[in-house]
């Protein structure tokens, strides 16, 4: 037996004849009668027998359709339950942003999918990478963009890539005089820099742990965020060493400007989700359209 067969006796069942079933299930009269036939030989007793015009359900029918009715109440139930979810998870998606990224790429992004009616209810949590990737291991989030570098324990990572970091300097500073890569050897222990060394070590940005020291050693400024190292670049006329997304954010507002350092200091980033096959597909195409924008962002492109 099959369900249209189940389907078309339980509809007899209800309306009491053929042509009551037919109207119900939107099919023809003799669709319904094969289907009915088609199940008393599965079965191997009759359902029906004929009384007049009409038919009547045999006494073996009416048993056999206490069970067939309880089937299909639990399908209705099936199909409320998977309302319920859709209604609780379809449409929405939370996302975990670091800063720099929650007030450039993410807004962008966004942006263009209302354009686009886009009618997805986002929820955006902005914080740190530690905290992003523990809310997504505990299923808070949908989405994360993350910095620092791999791995990221407990999480799929959809995409990453890694940029250098750069030199953001005050446009009345003496570093400002050249376009020319900065060696921080040269600099180090001798002109004050933003760091983040009082905060979490230099080393995580590749700095290596002698050079580290130097900088911190005359360092006035540690700070948590880059787009407070950045903004205190500006305000304080001290140079600092910023991704190159908060720099560019920088350079937008005026009074600084950007230099190439020699070192090899690399920034990461990375798009991670708790588990590829429980996204939704909201989520997968918000994920897509963020990795499409980052692999046209000129600062990717150019990347070595």
Do not use: C, W
């Amino acid at each position: 037996m099959n369900f249209r067969q189940l389907k078309a006796f339980n509809a007899v069942m209800q309306t009491g004849s053929i042509t009551g079933a037919a109207k119900q299930m939107l099919v023809s009269q003799p669709s319904v009668t094969r289907l009915i036939h088609d199940l008393e030989l599965n079965l191997g007793f009759a359902l029906f027998v004929r009384q007049g015009r009409g038919i009547i359900a045999t006494v073996e029918a009416r048993r056999f359709h206490l069970a067939v009715e309880s089937t299909f109440l639990n399908i209705e139930r099936l199909d409320d339950l998977a309302a319920s979810i859709r209604k609780k998870a379809v449409g929405k998606i939370s996302i975990g942003v670091i800063p720099t990224f929650s007030t450039s790429l993410l807004p962008q992004v966004l942006g263009q999918m209302r354009r686009q009616d886009d009618t997805t209810h986002s929820i955006i949590y902005t914080h740190n990478t530690p905290a992003i990737v523990d809310a997504i291991r505990l299923q808070q989030f949908d989405l994360g963009i993350v910095s620092r570098s791999p791995p990221y324990v407990g999480v799929d990572i959809l995409y990453q890539t890694m940029v250098n970091y750069v030199a953001l300097i005050p446009e009345d500073h003496i570093l400002a005089k050249s376009p020319d890569p900065i060696d921080l050897r040269d600099v180090a222990g001798q002109l004050e820099f933003v760091t983040f060394g009082s905060v979490y070590p230099l080393e995580m940005q590749g700095m290596d742990a002698s050079l580290a020291e130097k900088f911190q050693s005359n360092a006035r400024y540690s700070v948590a965020n880059v787009l407070a190292g950045a903004a205190l670049v500006r305000e304080a006329g001290v140079p600092a060493i910023v991704d190159p997304f908060s720099a560019r954010m920088s350079v937008a507002s005026g009074g600084v400007m950007i230099r190439p350092i020699v070192q090899n200091m690399q920034y990461h980033i990375a798009i991670i989700t708790r588990g590829i096959d429980m996204m939704t597909k909201e989520t997968r195409q918000l994920a897509d359209i963020i990795i499409t924008a980052f692999k046209n962002d000129p600062i990717i492109k150019s990347a070595p």
